[in-house]
């Protein structure tokens, strides 16, 4: 029976991998299509306020407390019991907290539309350009809200039974309709509103399509309780939340507050500017969610059995793979980002290194964060760390502001990661082992392989930057393609060499395996 449960949670982790490795890349490709049509068609301005308003959407979702991941660490259990009243008596509750956070959502938004001109510093271009910010705002708001309104808590229940794939493959099928779409409607009418109008539809329709999805899946959600989730047990959850908010808030500073600081500051071109190095940013950071969400829930389920010695074997080989993922967004991105801004779009539009090296710390940083963040989740720790964030965000806006002022867009993303080293990076670590762990395994140890493995990513780094400014430069697309080949090569090669012959390395090497054999029994059957 045990056997049987670890080949289907190994198999579950193996078809959400690949379902979001696969769409994954598909989706990028549209988006950069989308990208270029959108710079082509509405220029610097639009794209500008896409940016600041996709930000500050960022930031209102902070009122959904992290109730989605306390919800989540609530329903392993139960699924794992086959507890069916108590799993609907928890996404009962789950409907109406979403319900409420969308109407809070609705309201801070209209209350910011005030604010509009503080936040945006060349305001009155908008104006002269006959641009209705206030308009385009109220439809970025009206996206935000539809989320949680429209059913999206019932996907809660389909990612918690390791069924992440099946959503994933809806989300990339609306994903590329609505690019063609944005992109169709862009050309023929040049116009910023229905662009907004589309997005809005996509994630109304996507969450009524996971919806129907899990009420065939899970018809048991949909009972009606007599029996309410106890009000003790409600407390708790809040209290959980209130740990997780602080969390979240340390991630919207993060990611969302570069756009903000930019604007208020510098103005919204340089936020147009900034913005096109995002997206090669939300890029990498959707693929390592994709892939550490595609472990989550089968890591959930792990953390259900109590083995911590095969629980601390897979955390060690998903540190290998941080290190392999992070390293490589790291090197690429700091070797080949302008020379890809400035074949897509070019280089009035690049801003000079070490601006694409900041971005790829920054980005090998989030992996690390990333990691324990799952874990963190999994176990349940929601309130043993819950003060770091607010160090992070304290350290992270004051570097940033003040930086900002003396070095302009690079200080920005300075202030984000010296706030990640300084209280992330060592600290999140130190609780994992202390309180999931219980110091079964060695902190040193640990912090040991992470330096070993920064330090691997750096050299192979250095080698790859040496080789991309001095071998096929100035070729376009064609420098892009073989730079890029060289940094996504070189360093899991170089890691995988080094690490193949030790308990993660095999590990991994067996999971890889077991993914072809997957792939290639698919493509047989189809």
Same mark, same amino acid.
Request: glycine share 6%.
């Given at each position: 029976?045990?056997?049987?449960?670890?080949?289907?949670?190994?198999?579950?982790?193996?078809?959400?991998?690949?379902?979001?490795?696969?769409?994954?890349?598909?989706?990028?490709?549209?988006?950069?299509?989308?990208?270029?049509?959108?710079?082509?068609?509405?220029?610097?301005?639009?794209?500008?306020?896409?940016?600041?308003?996709?930000?500050?959407?960022?930031?209102?979702?902070?009122?959904?407390?992290?109730?989605?991941?306390?919800?989540?660490?609530?329903?392993?259990?139960?699924?794992?019991?086959?507890?069916?009243?108590?799993?609907?008596?928890?996404?009962?509750?789950?409907?109406?907290?979403?319900?409420?956070?969308?109407?809070?959502?609705?309201?801070?938004?209209?209350?910011?539309? *005030?604010?509009?001109?503080?936040?945006?510093?060349?305001?009155?271009?908008?104006?002269?350009?006959?641009?209705?910010?206030?308009?385009?705002?109220?439809?970025?708001?009206?996206?935000?809200?539809?989320?949680?309104?429209?059913?999206?808590?019932?996907?809660?229940?389909?990612?918690?039974?390791?069924?992440?794939?099946?959503? =994933?493959?809806?989300?990339?099928?609306?994903?590329?309709?609505?690019?063609?779409?944005?992109?169709?409607?862009?050309?023929?009418?040049?116009?910023?509103?229905?662009?907004?109008?589309?997005?809005?539809?996509?994630?109304?329709?996507? =969450?009524?399509?996971?919806?129907?999805?899990?009420?065939?899946?899970?018809?048991?959600?949909?009972?009606?309780?007599?029996?309410?989730?106890?009000?003790?047990?409600?407390?708790?959850?809040?209290?959980?939340?209130?740990?997780?908010?602080?969390?979240?808030?340390?991630?919207?500073?993060?990611?969302?507050?570069?756009?903000?600081?930019?604007?208020?500051?510098?103005?919204?071109?340089?936020?147009?500017?900034?913005?096109?190095?995002?997206?090669?940013?939300?890029?990498?950071?959707?693929?390592?969610?994709?892939?550490?969400?595609?472990?989550?829930?089968?890591?959930?389920?792990?953390?259900?059995?109590?083995?911590?010695?095969?629980?601390?074997?897979?955390?060690?080989?998903?540190?290998?793979?941080?290190?392999?993922?992070?390293?490589?967004?790291?090197?690429?991105?700091?070797?080949?980002?302008?020379?890809?801004?400035?074949?897509?779009?070019?280089?009035?539009?690049?801003?000079?290194? *070490?601006?694409?090296?900041?971005?790829?710390?920054?980005?090998?940083?989030?992996?690390?964060?990333?990691?324990? =963040?799952?874990?963190?989740?999994?176990?349940?720790?929601?309130?043993?760390?819950?003060?770091? *964030?607010?160090?992070?965000?304290?350290?992270?806006?004051?570097?940033?502001?003040?930086?900002?002022?003396?070095?302009?867009?690079?200080?920005?993303?300075?202030?984000?990661?010296?706030?990640?080293?300084?209280?992330?990076?060592?600290?999140?670590?130190?609780?994992?082992?202390?309180?999931?762990?219980?110091?079964?395994?060695?902190?040193?140890?640990?912090?040991?392989?992470?330096?070993?493995?920064?330090?691997?990513?750096?050299?192979?780094?250095?080698?790859?930057?040496?080789?991309?400014?001095?071998?096929?430069?100035?070729?376009?697309?064609?420098?892009?393609?073989?730079?890029?080949?060289?940094?996504?090569?070189?360093? *899991?090669?170089?890691?995988?060499?080094?690490?193949?012959?030790?308990?993660?390395?095999?590990?991994?090497?067996?999971?890889?395996?077991?993914?072809?054999?997957?792939?290639?029994?698919?493509?047989?059957?189809?």
């Amino acid at each position: 029976m045990i056997v049987e449960k670890k080949n289907s949670r190994v198999s579950n982790t193996i078809y959400n991998f690949v379902s979001s490795m696969g769409g994954q890349f598909i989706t990028i490709l549209m988006q950069f299509i989308v990208r270029t049509v959108f710079i082509k068609t509405l220029g610097k301005s639009y794209l500008g306020i896409n940016g600041l308003y996709s930000n500050i959407l960022n930031m209102l979702s902070l009122t959904e407390f992290g109730f989605s991941n306390a919800i989540l660490f609530k329903l392993y259990e139960p699924i794992a019991k086959n507890d069916y009243k108590r799993l609907a008596q928890l996404m009962e509750l789950y409907k109406k907290i979403y319900r409420i956070i969308g109407a809070i959502i609705a309201g801070v938004g209209l209350c910011l539309i *005030p604010f509009l001109p503080i936040l945006i510093s060349d305001y009155d271009k908008l104006e002269k350009l006959h641009i209705n910010a206030v308009f385009i705002f109220i439809l970025y708001l009206l996206k935000s809200v539809t989320s949680y309104l429209f059913f999206s808590y019932k996907s809660a229940i389909i990612r918690a039974n390791q069924k992440e794939y099946l959503i =994933n493959i809806v989300s990339y099928v609306f994903t590329i309709v609505a690019g063609i779409a944005q992109i169709i409607c862009l050309i023929l009418f040049t116009d910023f509103v229905i662009y907004v109008v589309i997005l809005v539809l996509q994630v109304i329709l996507q =969450n009524i399509c996971c919806a129907r999805m899990a009420d065939k899946m899970y018809p048991y959600i949909n009972e009606k309780c007599e029996e309410k989730v106890a009000t003790k047990e409600i407390k708790g959850i809040f209290k959980d939340c209130s740990a997780l908010f602080i969390y979240n808030v340390n991630s919207f500073v993060i990611k969302s507050t570069d756009n903000i600081i930019i604007s208020a500051v510098m103005g919204i071109s340089y936020v147009a500017l900034y913005s096109n190095y995002y997206i090669l940013y939300t890029t990498f950071y959707t693929l390592f969610s994709k892939i550490y969400d595609s472990l989550t829930h089968s890591l959930g389920n792990l953390h259900t059995e109590k083995d911590k010695a095969h629980e601390y074997q897979i955390f060690k080989s998903i540190n290998l793979v941080t290190c392999i993922i992070g390293g490589t967004a790291f090197v690429g991105i700091a070797c080949v980002a302008d020379e890809l801004i400035t074949a897509w779009i070019g280089s009035s539009w690049v801003i000079k290194q *070490p601006f694409a090296f900041l971005i790829g710390l920054e980005l090998y940083t989030l992996a690390v964060c990333k990691q324990f =963040n799952r874990f963190r989740n999994i176990m349940g720790l929601f309130q043993q760390a819950k003060y770091r *964030p607010v160090a992070g965000c304290i350290i992270n806006l004051g570097v940033s502001v003040a930086l900002v002022h003396v070095c302009g867009i690079y200080g920005v993303l300075i202030g984000t990661i010296v706030a990640d080293w300084l209280t992330f990076v060592w600290f999140d670590p130190m609780i994992i082992h202390k309180y999931g762990f219980e110091n079964k395994f060695s902190l040193i140890q640990y912090y040991l392989r992470f330096a070993k493995q920064f330090l691997i990513v750096v050299m192979v780094g250095i080698v790859d930057y040496i080789i991309c400014n001095n071998f096929l430069t100035g070729w376009g697309w064609l420098s892009v393609v073989v730079h890029s080949a060289i940094c996504g090569i070189s360093v *899991p090669l170089v890691v995988f060499l080094i690490y193949r012959k030790t308990e993660e390395g095999k590990y991994l090497v067996g999971i890889a395996k077991r993914i072809i054999n997957k792939f290639i029994h698919i493509k047989k059957n189809a």
